[in-house]
């Protein structure tokens, strides 16, 4: 799931060099992890449910739901044959082949996947593979007239020009010409010339600050916040309402780069150019369809009413790196920013740029939007109990670049996922409930892909799914295990925690070391935040 001020640029890089290699192998080794307890928390909302029946007589023992598998002729838990039967090289290869080339959605490479996925859950054994798709509006950079981000002088003479066509390759795996232009899916196209101003996270506080404690009049400023807080989506909409003639987003050192750790590819840090790719798009799903399937033949709202009602918006909005960064922050030399404000830029935070300065910053935002068509791959085994409920587990696909974090990581482990549950199927395996394996097209852009298969069969997927566990992002170089869910899942994923062997040493268990790294305590009682 798109999470933009969590996002480094590991997640746009292949995993081909040399030290890629080497923290891939730890990654594998907790994606298997991550692995197991999704499959935990599964079959335990299977048994939850097995308990909670009036009789076995009605709903079958608790073999029938899916508890044990017999292998060699003899019945075992499935918790202890999964653990044996996981491969980290598995994942470690899927990893590889998910991420040889970009696949941005709606490219032919994003396709080709979706088609290889399907291929191996058909061979998997499947009960049902649906390649379903979808014709939906999507973003794009021009590659023959690329965004400029410019600095003049108050001759018109470009004094800086930003790193707007792409970023310098740091390994020789990124290197590929197929790699999309650093843009903001939908922002408006155009440009705009003033002087700037510093607002922060652009969050709606941010902005009260500046117009209401301040008095600051915004109007025809081209205003430069940092990613983080919230959703860049927000940001250019608040921008937009409150006057700015354009928004420049860039990475904060601070946030993505602190001070004392090593920058990719010698470290997990952003680089000095690495920047953040992402949507703008409010809504959720295909913007001219909103609550309805893209399917052919429905209703498209016309882009310009999608824009009129702020669901994208209509200034020019363009991401940098901190490097280019620090040369537009520095022509700020008015109003000392609040101590909050302070970033990492080797610069002194200001807010205002003044009548003073003369500089001018110049926008030329030309990405376009074309319909496209996306792939979701939906594969199912058939529960045997309870063959109408479904319990879901997905990932999208798609990656800005080459995903190599978000989202394969995830997909990698699900891919591994799914050739277990077909070993497990050639042993005549079932579980009690209807498992759903999904992979989701066009989520970077607004969970596009899942939102369009849910309004498609809504009817059906609403009373009869029991959960959905997502796995976007299996690995992200955290010391301890990271989950958030419905407060209805919190005992469930407890107890599954509790079944998983940990990985790392001086825990017997992954709720132990969740526990140890982030104890929160709540009526007396502590337990993993």
Known sequence: MENDEEKSLVGSTRVHSPKAKVHLLYATIA?????????????LVGKAAFRGAASTSTLGSQASWGANVVDGGTSVPVLSWIDEQLLTTNIRNNLQSLTVLPHIAGSPQNMKLAQDIYTQWVNYGFDDVQLVNYSVLLSYPNTSN????????????????????????????????????????????????????????????????????????LTGRICIARYGAIYRGDKAHLAQTYGCSALIIYSDPEDYAPSGTLVYPNGPSLPPYGLQRGSLLEPEGDPLTNLVPSLDGVFRESYSSVMASGGVPSIPVQPIGYGDAVYFMSQLDNITAPNDWIGGLNVSYRIWQSENNTN??????????EQRTI??????????????????????????????????????????????FGTLRTKGWRPGRSIVLCSWDA????????????????????????????????????????????????????SAAKMVKCPNQGFDTLYDEWLQYSPVTLNGTTRPE
């Open 31 to 43: 994606a298997v992890s991550g692995f197991a307890i999704a499959f935990v928390i599964g079959l």
């Open 146 to 217: 690329p965004n400029v981000l410019l600095l003049k002088n108050a001759t018109g003479d470009t004094i800086y020009s930003a790193h707007t066509a792409q970023e310098t390759p740091l390994t020789p795996g990124e290197n590929d010409s197929t790699v999309a232009m650093p843009f903001n899916a939908y922002s408006g196209s155009g440009s705009a010339t003033g002087r700037l101003v510093y607002v922060n996270y652009a969050t709606i506080d941010d902005f009260l600050y500046l117009t209401t404690n301040l008095s600051l009049n």
């Open 360 to 369: 001018q910053a110049f926008i030329q935002v030309n990405n376009y939007q």
């Open 375 to 420: 792939y979701d791959v939906i594969g199912t085994i058939y529960g045997q109990v309870e063959p109408d409920q479904m319990v879901i587990l997905g990932n999208h696909r798609d990656a800005w670049v080459f995903g190599a974090v978000d989202p394969n990581s995830g997909t990698a482990v699900l891919q591994e996922m799914a050739r277990a």
């Open 443 to 494: 989520e970077e852009y607004g969970l596009i892909g899942s939102t369009e298969w849910v309004e498609e069969r809504q009817k059906v997927i609403g009373p009869n799914t029991v959960a959905y566990i997502n796995v976007d992002i299996s690995v992200a170089g955290s010391t301890y295990l990271s989950i958030g869910a419905n407060p209805l899942l919190y005992q469930v994923i407890y």
